[in-house]
């Protein structure tokens, strides 16, 4: 079968590798029908050292099951499934807490680095099945596939980064980053009842749709232009919110510079540093608080489903372009040129 392999920075390839086939009982084996590009996949695609044994990528996929282990209940052959970018077993304590990302089960982790297989693929052995997988409503086919796939990762991440940091209603919030992420954080915001949703971006196309999922006013200023541009538009003191999804130290300064006194800073954007100012002088002066993390996507499928099924929202306009296994490289190329927001990979 084919798959998506990353050898090193800028060298990914699609290649044919041993058929992925049942081995323990609690195992499903997905027949993959769509799948994406993810912006945290640029971060190695920029960095990552050459290597003679490439990582399997992908962690963002929908599937139709092919077979199931013994031990498997909840889905069956047949079965239109959506995979979450964290296995779990849906049971552990953490998991009881909607903490999925965090599930203590030795067969837990995430796809990309920790499992043996990724979502770029034909087909994929999905670990810990029951706990991990959510059977859809839907045909192969549907209109809705794309929206629907977002459940898997972006669209819970924004939504996760929203109630992390609290929102409700009359929150104003800044959101840093015009990704996928960032821009389903704006939707997930106005969901929550924001009452001002100020989007840091700097392009245009990627804005205008910000303004359709929500938000209020756009800011194309970056470091203190942009902070002083934040602060006028929310009387001088800044938002009760802010969501940082990008992960880059100057993303962070930046919300330390429009964050309000008393207020949150929701991380989900992979963080691409280890340090970052949380003394006397940032965080802790104005009792700001930190929060947010890898989000356990698996614990909002079943809040978010309803509205993609009614045709309430559409997330899946975050997916500008699709391709299909032949030109999964040059998708790759595209979005960290950003001449792409996200790419859709149907096989």
């Not at 990528?57 to 498997?72: K, L, P, Y």
């Not at 993390?293 to 929202?313: F, K, N, Q, V, Y």
Request: hydrophobic share 40%; charged share 20%; aromatic share 4%.
């Amino acid at each position: 079968m084919r798959a998506t392999l990353m050898y090193g920075a800028g060298d990914v390839r699609v290649e044919n590798v041993p058929d992925s086939v049942i081995k323990l009982p609690t195992d499903a084996l997905v027949r993959v029908t769509a799948s994406c590009v993810c912006g945290t996949d640029l971060h190695p695609y920029g960095s990552m050292k050459p290597s003679s044994r490439p990582e399997r990528m992908g962690h963002e996929f929908i599937g139709v099951v092919e077979d199931v282990g013994s031990e498997v209940g909840t889905v069956r052959r047949g079965d239109l499934v959506v995979v979450p970018f964290a296995i779990s077993d849906n049971t552990c304590e953490f998991c009881r807490e909607s903490l999925h990302s965090s599930c203590s089960h030795p067969q837990a982790g995430f796809w990309d680095g920790e499992a043996e297989e990724g979502g770029q693929s034909e087909a994929v052995r999905v670990p810990l099945a029951d706990g991990t997988l959510v059977k859809l409503p839907v045909a192969p086919d549907s209109a809705l596939i794309p929206s629907l796939l977002t459940l898997s990762d972006v669209f819970g991440t924004g939504y996760h980064a929203a109630v992390a940091g609290g929102v409700r209603e009359r929150t104003r919030v800044t959101v840093i980053g015009d990704g996928a992420v960032g821009l389903l954080a704006v939707l997930s915001a106005r969901r929550l009842g924001a009452e001002q949703i100020i989007l840091m971006g700097r392009h245009q196309a990627r804005t205008d749709l910000g303004r359709e999922f929500g938000a209020t006013d756009v800011v194309s200023a970056r470091g203190a232009e942009g902070v002083e541009t934040v602060r006028e538009l929310t009387g001088g003191h800044g938002t009760h919110v802010v969501i940082d999804a990008v992960g880059a130290r100057l993303a962070y300064e930046q919300a330390l510079g429009v964050v309000r006194r008393g207020g949150v800073i929701s991380r989900v954007g992979v963080p691409q540093y280890e340090e970052a100012p949380v003394g006397f002088g940032s965080l802790f002066r104005h009792n700001i608080r930190l929060a947010g993390g890898p989000a356990p996507t698996r614990a909002h499928i079943e809040t978010l489903m309803p509205s993609i099924l009614d045709g309430t929202i559409e997330p899946g306009r975050v997916f500008d372009a699709t391709t299909d296994f032949a030109g999964v490289p040059a998708a790759y190329q595209d979005m960290a040129d950003r001449r792409s927001l996200k790419v859709l990979i149907k096989p």
